[in-house]
């Protein structure tokens, strides 16, 4: 059975960093192209960033362009996000997701929330 589990998330103040962590079973993520999605209350789930798995190239969203990293561990089977000189507006659940041809994997999210 897959799966993938976020973690790390949390209540930090503006300006402040968090590092989340995405960490699958019964897959090797390094197989997989890792994206992270956010969703804020009453919009709709958008892109967050992304890394490839032929060559790691990542690309983000330009909303969190500089400030977000993207990161993968191969040996840990884990993907993270760091996530730098956060926003209010950066509150969002944050979802991790493997994709590759037919194959799209969703975690269940984990919750940020950054104060003003």
């Known amino acids: 059975q897959v799966q993938l589990v976020e973690s790390g998330g949390g209540l930090m103040q503006a300006g402040g960093s968090l590092r989340l962590s995405c960490t699958g079973s019964?897959?090797?993520?390094?197989?997989?192209?890792v994206g992270w999605f956010r969703q804020a209350p009453r919009k709709e789930r958008e892109f967050v960033a992304t890394?490839?798995?032929?060559?790691?190239?990542?690309y983000y969203s330009d909303s969190v362009q500089g400030r977000f990293t993207i990161a993968r561990d191969n040996g840990k089977n884990t993907a993270y996000l760091q996530m730098n000189s956060l926003k209010p507006e950066d509150t969002a659940v944050y979802f991790c997701?493997?994709?590759?041809?037919?194959?799209?994997?969703w975690g269940q999210g984990t919750q940020v929330t950054v104060s003003s």
């Open positions: 997701n493997a994709r590759r041809t037919t194959n799209n994997y």
């Open positions: 019964g897959l090797t993520l390094s197989s997989y192209a």
């Open positions: 890394i490839g798995y032929r060559d790691n190239s990542t």
